[in-house]
């Protein structure tokens, strides 16, 4: 049995293609279950963000298994199989865990150490759960990745100072304009995208801040904790005309800043600058904006490219943080080891309760004379001896499972109690 992952990220694949491989979050459990279904796949679970999709599975053959995640990745992206292969990565067994461990951790985002994709890797880990696609293999890798991630951020620097796509994007904006001091900056959305975005420009100061959101409510929740304004996406078209900056990150699936929108509203007038980042996936900003004379778009490929200049500043961090990637790597390699040995310990207990039960049931006659009591304390002490002499052969058919010598002895212990 292999675990493998086979996947697109922001490093093997260009937006315009990993945009259309990014499952929406309402349709991702539907996905999972039908792909946990497929004759080559024993458990799933699809991790899609802006900056990847990937997909974990638990198999018995390598090469059946790759097949048929390829086949699904080009029946959600509509991309033959010619057009999607050369963009695709695929790692298994402790390559699959490890490289899992650095995602948890950060090594291998957009921004080095960014924090929201430990939160993301455990929302793809219960969805698969829910839809009954990820069990026991699947559950402990992902439950150990999340662990290292965790252990990453708290003994580490690698989260320090930069470490979102959404604080990102504010610094690159600030970057390109300078002081946001009365500056009118449109956020797109307020799902966590957007509240990133809200929070962090909220903290930076000076700019006024509007929300725009299908939801009223979100809108109008967001926009009071960041001191701005809300209105619904019946006036954003209203909003881009006033505003100097336009950060839409709505995960809506089509564009939502569409040329026609922004040609509208900034006509008829000497219109200032108007500078807008699209950090969803898929895109919210039609490409043909940035022609529009005044209109700069920036994308997620262009907040790639600006956040490499912040890596040193957190580089220094990355090697300690693989240090704890191999430990929890380690880690897990010794538990999955062990839980290969359960059964065959399970196996032996079990032998050795139906000699003990067998035994009581033959020496029955001779309890007679014992009370309530006097039967509960021989149960309990025949328990006690069957635990105490399997204790030892236990711990080490599960310590040394994997090795040689976890081999001979697990053969020799099915072999001595007949254990088929």
């Known amino acids: 049995m292999s675990i493998l992952v086979i996947g697109v990220n922001h490093r093997s694949s260009p ?11 309402d349709t991702l459990g539907k996905a999972v279950a039908g792909l946990a279904q497929r004759d080559n796949i024993r458990e799933a679970v ?8 990937e997909v974990y599975v638990v198999a018995e053959l390598f090469h059946g298994a790759y097949g048929d995640v390829r086949d699904f990745l080009c029946e959600i992206s509509d991309l033959s199989v010619d057009e999607l292969t050369p963009h695709l990565y695929s790692q298994h067994d402790s390559a699959a865990v490890a490289h899992l461990f650095e995602v948890a951790a950060g090594l291998d985002s957009v921004v080095l150490g960014e ?19 990820a069990r026991s293999s699947l559950n402990l890798l992902f439950r150990s990745s999340i662990e290292a991630g965790k252990r990453a951020r708290s003994e580490t620097g690698i989260s320090r100072g930069t470490a979102s796509i959404s604080h990102a994007a504010v610094e690159m904006i600030t ?3 300078g002081d946001l001091t009365g500056k009118r900056v449109a956020v797109i959305g307020a799902g966590s995208m957007g509240e990133g975005v809200a929070v962090a420009l909220h903290r930076a100061g000076g700019a006024t801040i509007t929300v725009v959101n299908r939801s009223p409510e979100r809108g109008a929740a967001l926009a009071e904790r960041v001191d701005g304004e809300t209105v619904g996406f019946e006036k954003l078209a209203d909003i881009v005309a006033v505003s100097d900056v336009v950060v839409a990150g709505t995960g809506a699936g089509d564009p939502v800043i569409t040329t026609g929108l922004v040609a509208r509203a900034r006509s008829g007038s000497d219109s200032d600058p108007l500078h ?12 043909e904006v940035g022609a529009l004379g005044g209109v700069t778009v920036f994308d997620l490929d262009d907040l790639s490219a ?6 040193a500043d957190r580089a220094g961090e990355a090697d300690r943080v693989r240090s704890i990637v191999n430990e929890e790597v380690e880690a897990f390699a010794v538990e999955s080891t062990a839980r290969q040995a359960a059964p065959l310990v399970a196996s032996m207990h079990e032998a050795a309760e139906r000699v003990r039960s067998s035994e009581l049931d033959r020496f029955a006659k001779r309890f007679n004379d014992l009370d309530e009591s006097g039967r509960a304390a021989v149960d309990a002490l025949t328990k006690a001896i069957i635990a105490k002499l399997l204790h030892e052969p236990s711990v080490r058919l599960k310590g040394q499972a ?12 099915r072999d001595l109690f007949d254990l088929s």
């Open 15 to 25: 937006v315009a293609l990993l945009e259309r491989l990014t499952l929406a979050p």
């Open 402 to 413: 994997g090795t040689p010598q976890g081999d001979r002895n697990a053969a020799a212990v």
């Open 276 to 287: 807008i980042v699209d950090i969803g996936l898929p895109r919210d900003v039609e490409p």
């Open 306 to 311: 600006w956040a490499d200049r912040g890596l």
């Open 175 to 177: 970057d390109v304009i």
């Open 115 to 133: 924090g929201e994709i430990l939160g993301q890797v455990r929302t793809a880990w219960e969805t698969a759960q829910l839809e009954g696609a």
């Open 46 to 53: 699809v991790l899609s963000t802006c900056n990847r999709t």
